[in-house]
């Protein structure tokens, strides 16, 4: 599965308060505060126990976060760079 990680997956970031400014998405809430409400959004997704790719242009804090989250949930986990590459990050049984 492919999980975007942008601030247009809406599931991921429900909840949060995010704006358009200056013709781009932007994330207002503290990420103290994001980062308990993307834990609880990703615990309400579906997730596929053999692979995700992670996906999308945000913060490296997001990327951890969820990293974090998938890590033993699934078996394997990869960054897409944005031009097509995957690249492993983590393999697991």
Do not use: C
Not at 25 to 46: C, F, Q, R, Y
């Amino acid at each position: 599965m492919i999980l975007d990680l942008s601030l247009g997956n809406a599931d991921l970031y429900r909840g949060l308060k995010i704006e358009n400014l200056a013709g781009k998405l932007t994330l207002l809430d503290h990420p103290e505060k994001a980062i308990s409400v993307i834990a609880s959004n990703l615990k309400g997704m579906e997730i596929d126990n053999n692979e995700v790719v992670l996906t999308g242009g945000m913060a490296i804090w997001v990327y951890l976060v969820v990293f974090h989250f998938l890590h033993g949930r699934t078996k394997r986990i990869y960054y897409e760079d944005g031009r097509g590459n995957r690249i492993l990050v983590a393999a697991h049984g």
